[in-house]
């Protein structure tokens, strides 16, 4: 069978399989996504009309590298979606290119396989290993979600980086191809394809003479594949101070220090043999306890260890002899080795907890160990060449019911789908009297996942939207902009997503969430918000406040928002804030402050001193607009890592704890 014949019944098979056992997730469930899916469409968004530079983001505020990923879902968008009227919803799309793309590479990886190991068994016996294995690792083929997409393109790079160090120059392509895929979805990529495929090179080169001799056009297609990866990164670097990269370098200048010890990171990359989920809980510290998933998982782990050690006393079979597929073998094992060394390195080097996710591509690592004993099987197998079609038969067909099973599932129930999602935004806009104008978004640390459903919404509907700045890092830099907020009536629609209590809250979006348009009222007389984690100023904010806990919001921006409606007043109105500076270790810090009531400035006075602090709001400014702003303007506020303290300290430069009104006397 030729390669190519091999390749197409790989992926054809492959994606039947998988489509047929998740129908519903793929065709019969018209999805609107929220959190991280919701932010990533959005990308996707801004890929459609070319103008994404960057990968999802991260979590440490910046985003990784490059946007490939997001080019493929939203090709399959365009051509899905807005060109064939098959009813399905973007995420449709996106999913079904995203489980393409992983069964190509899968295919991929299998083949240029096959080209070294040519036995009839081989392949059938790898497709029935890795039913079981990836099934027990979940989320291979189908998730969408960027820590799993590295999985099957690892795989193939892997797979081409080992054929090209065996002298098949030919599959340089391949390589360059998926590692730039790599390392466009992963910040930490850089370090596996900066080190295999430089490695893979040479030894070709030492082994057969200089590959760019042997195969230019080979070369020259990879060339050209490299400067369509490259564009994106390069324009980015053209913007300097304000790229991308150049906030991953900060990242890792802040974080140098912050290093694993050497014997978590073996202990995190071991578990990957356990097939575990959680390891963010057995390695937060190390500890006796840090072991127990040796235990929990002592089924998997013995099996691995049998499986390993079979391979160990097979091994002179496989090399035996000086052809072709034992010089495979050979270098692979070295290889395989240093992927391991590789592993450990990015272990030490991550930053946070170790969640599963930070390394699900090490699942195609782990799979990689069974396909030495995998050609030991097949090559058994040619004892019996009459009966070998049969067997290939009963081993595909038994890793097609173990792959259904492992990874299939049905539709969305409707509160998966989220479409109410969609229907709370209409509502909104249905009634919103600013139809017209930008939306901002205000929300909490804890409910970014549904604003971030409400902002996709918006955007397919071609709305614009800010969120406030501390968010940007996650919205493609909306932050809303400082000149929209100087005036008493800011130009913005503000839409609140906030928490309730109530069985049937107007407009849901799940979650026990909601989505609020009316500013809340506050009295003149005995009015309060409270800033604390627990309290209520939520209802009222705006922009410019951050609790991630305590009983302290901070401000650490030029401008602190809040709305409220109020009633008309006879009398002044008396604000009381209680209020603390930040002072930094051993100095004296003094904030200039300025408060506007309905763009009316009250009081411009440097803070220096934590107490209460009371401005005077005469009747005729109080009621000047229906929906009253207060905003604090704090010019020349800082992050608090502009500050030198620490980059997860989340305080800022005033702290307001509680605001109060009473009428004057």
Known sequence: MTSRRLFALLLVGIAVVILSARWGYYFSSPTHEEGDTALNALQITNAKHLGELHGNYSRFRFHHPGPAFFYVYAAAERLLVDLLPLGLTPFNAHAIAGL??????????????????????????????????????????????????????????????????????????????????????????????????????LLSWYRHGQPWRRQPRVHLAAALVLLVFLLPLGLDLAQGADSNFNEILRHLRDNSERLKKPLKSLLYLLSFFGYVHNQEEFLRELSVQSLRFFRLSAPAFGIW?????????????????????????????????????????????????????????????????????????????????????????????????IAAAGLGRGAFQPEEAGLFRQDAVQQALSVDTRRSQPKLLAFGPEDWAEAAAVALALTRDGIPYYVDQPWEFMHAKRAVPAEILAGGDPPVSVWRILSTSKESPPRPLGNDRYLELDAAPFAAEGGEID???????????????????????????????????????????????????????????????????????????????????????????????????????????????????????????????????????
């Not at 990886?109 to 979940?138: E, N």
């Not at 054929?163 to 098949?168: E, I, M, N, V």
């Not at 073998?329 to 272990?347: H, Y």
């Not at 009459?386 to 595909?396: E, K």
Request: charged content about 10%.
């Open 100 to 201: 393409l793309l992983q069964a190509g590479c899968f295919a991929l990886a299998l083949t240029i396989a096959a080209q070294w190991v040519r036995t009839r068994l081989f392949v059938p016996v790898l497709l029935l290993g890795a039913a079981i294995h990836f099934s027990l690792a979940g989320q291979a083929f189908w998730s969408i979600w960027p820590p799993h997409v590295l999985l099957m393109p690892f795989l193939a790079f892997w797979i081409s980086c080992l054929s090209l160090a065996c002298g098949k120059v030919e599959h340089l392509v391949w390589a360059v191809l998926t590692g730039s895929l790599l390392v466009h979805g992963h910040v930490a990529q850089p370090l596996f394809v900066g080190t295999l495929f430089p490695a893979a090179y």
């Open 531 to 665: 800033f604390a984690t627990t309290g209520n100023y939520l209802r009222y904010q705006v922009t410019g406040f951050s609790n991630l806990h305590g009983s302290w919001a901070w401000m650490s921006q030029d401008n602190a928002l809040l709305q409220f409606s109020v009633e008309p007043v006879e009398r002044d109105v008396m604000l009381t804030f209680e209020i603390v500076p930040w002072r930094p270790l051993g100095g004296i810090f003094s904030a200039p402050l300025e408060i506007y009531f309905n763009g009316t400035l009250l009081l411009a006075d440097p803070l220096q001193k934590p107490g209460r602090l009371t401005v005077r709001v005469p009747p005729r400014i109080w009621r000047s607009h229906p929906v009253a702003t207060l905003r604090w303007h704090l010019p020349g506020a800082r992050d608090p890592r502009d500050n030198g303290v620490p980059s997860d300290w989340s305080g800022g430069t005033v702290a307001v704890r509680r605001l109060r009104s009473s009428l004057a006397p």
């Open 305 to 401: 260890a049998a499986l390993l050690a079979l391979t160990a006393w097979i091994w002179p079979k496989l090399a035996e002899k000086r052809s072709e597929a034992a010089v495979f073998w050979n270098t692979g094992a070295w290889l395989w080795l240093g992927t391991l060394g590789l592993g450990l390195l990015w272990g030490i080097a991550q930053t946070g907890l170790m969640h599963e996710f930070n390394s699900y591509f090490f699942y195609s690592v782990t799979y990689l160990a069974l396909w030495p004993l995998a050609d030991r099987i097949a090559h058994l197998g040619q004892k019996f060449p009459r009966q070998s079609g049969l067997i290939a038969t009963l081993l595909l067909i038994a890793a097609a019911l």
